[in-house]
């Protein structure tokens, strides 16, 4: 499953939305509460170059900075908050240590559905997720 994950080019704070709300759980905006009016709207207007700030890259808008640092910040308390909200919602972060046992042993009493048994199964699951997004995005598909 890692080795799925980490192969997926095409994973966004997007698809994870997603994927969470597609696994019938309590959605990212309920899990982080009122962080997530504040979080969402910082992370919407990073959208654009938040992976070149992941990889340290250049921007190419001029961005001071200090300005790179605070957004740099912003993705840092994403994370965590979700990470923290998940924890104390389900008992684990989801990206701590023996995260398939936990998820494994977490599945029927959190997770409503649960669309995917192998790793291949799980590969095609997210890829779908990802094309949901895109399309979404560029107003071509379901939102």
Known sequence: MIAVLVANGQLSPETLIVGIQELGVKPVSELLGARWTVLSRELARIKDYRNKLMHGQMTGRGLSSDHLERDVIVMVDWIHSLGEAA???????????????????????????????TPEEFERWL?????GVSKAETGKGPQ
Do not use: C, W
């Not at 389900?90 to 029927?108: E, L, P, S």
């Open 87 to 117: 924890r104390i919602e389900y008992g684990y972060d989801g990206v701590g240590r023996n995260t398939y046992r936990h998820a494994k042993a977490a599945r029927m009493q959190i997770v409503q559905k649960y669309p995917f048994n």
């Open 127 to 131: 890829k779908g997720l990802s094309k």
